[in-house]
Nanobody, 118 residues
Framework: QVQLVESGGGLVQAGGSLRLSCLYS????????MRWYRQAPGKQREWVGI???????TYAAFVKGRFTISRDGAKNTVYLELNSLKPEDTAVYYC????????????WGQGTQVTVSS
């Protein structure tokens, strides 16, 4: 089992920045990849980006260089840095962990709300 706890969400003005954190625990040696997703009100959950165990990252097209995923293994934490935020980035952001090739993985955090005001 893997447990995930997100934090760092909040209210920010358009153009601002936030850094979300995802603290992982449990069977962390089994984790192969970690992903971030988001879900806006009335919309389906959408993929934001991924970081592999090798530290390779890939992002959804809408990110356009504004978001960065990183990992601190010593702190068992994955980060999602959000820059140049837009009102359309308003959503609940979720951390996801996979212990296999499944996408998304089986483990989800509770989510953290990001609200961007215009």
């Amino acid at each position: 089992q893997v447990q995930l706890v997100e934090s760092g969400g909040g209210l920010v003005q358009a153009g601002g920045s936030l850094r979300l954190s995802c603290l992982y625990s449990g069977s962390i040696l089994r984790i192969t990849t970690m992903r971030w997703y988001r879900q806006a009100p009335g919309k389906q959950r959408e993929w934001v980006g991924i970081i592999t165990n090798a530290g390779l990252t890939t992002y959804a097209a809408f990110v356009k260089g504004r978001f960065t995923i990183s990992r601190d293994g010593a702190k068992n934490t994955v980060y999602l840095e959000l820059n140049s935020l837009k009102p359309e980035d308003t959503a609940v952001y979720y951390c996801n962990a996979a212990v296999s090739n499944k996408s998304p993985g089986d483990y989800w955090g509770q989510g953290t709300q990001v609200t961007v005001s215009s």
